[in-house]
């Protein structure tokens, strides 16, 4: 059984479209985040979601969105993609705070 | 701005050395740390935790933590082929936004 999923696994749009990436853990944890992985390979974190407590990477403009509708799941909405939003983007789960991270194998986006 | 430095690399050693990684960090209350190996087009994976100050081993891996001189290292011996990939350090400080380093670049040759 996959622990991470994500969905899609490869996304490809235009500018100004608005897309979305779901993302699914089955490990019954309680955190969950969502990281960009740029061209040179660099992991951002983007969001972090803790029994509803949403704590947000102040430089993540506010076109990204996550949305959880419950603990197994974390999506990441996207609106006026923008070339720069092309990029791998992880998803990952872990218990608590200060723990190991899963993650997802990730979704490829890119932006035309 | 946390941050969490690591050189890039690439960093080559031939099969059967001592590959060594270092990273060092800025945030003084940072209590967490992580190295993590991602293979080209994979996801990251753990290789090793560490809370606090010393050394922790398992199997061919050594993670050692300096938290006065804000370093952490890990250590792979016996390093082979297999070992080929990009780690990534990563620190936490309890706010939940874990903070990454770059990632160093590992060639393993034969």
């Known amino acids: 059984d996959t622990a991470v999923s994500q969905t899609p696994k490869y996304l490809v749009t235009q500018m100004g479209n608005d897309k979305s990436i779901k993302c699914e853990q089955n490990l019954g944890h309680d955190t969950m985040y969502w990281y960009k992985q740029d061209s040179k390979k660099f992991l951002k974190i983007m969001f972090s979601y803790n029994n509803k407590e949403l704590i947000i990477n102040e430089t993540v403009p506010n076109r990204f969105s996550p949305k959880s509708p419950d603990k197994a799941h974390l999506n990441l909405h996207i609106n006026s993609l923008e070339l720069g939003d092309s990029a791998v983007y992880f998803c990952?789960?872990?218990?608590?705070?200060?723990?190991?991270?899963?993650f997802g194998p990730g979704t490829r986006l890119t932006v035309t | 701005q946390k941050e969490v430095e690591q050189n890039s690399g690439p960093l080559s050693v031939p099969e059967g050395a001592i590959a060594s990684l270092n990273c060092t960090y800025s945030d003084r209350v940072s209590q967490s740390f992580f190295w993590y190996r991602q293979y080209s087009g994979k996801s990251p994976e753990l290789i090793m935790s560490i809370y606090s100050n010393g050394d922790k081993e398992d199997g061919r891996f050594t993670a050692q933590l300096n938290k006065a001189s804000q370093y952490v290292s890990l250590l792979i011996r016996d390093s082979q082929p297999s070992d080929s990939a990009t780690y990534l350090c990563a620190v936490e400080g309890g706010s939940y936004i874990p903070t990454f380093g770059r990632g160093t670049s590992l060639i393993v040759h034969p």
């Open positions: 990952a789960s872990s218990h608590g705070r200060d723990s190991t991270q899963y």
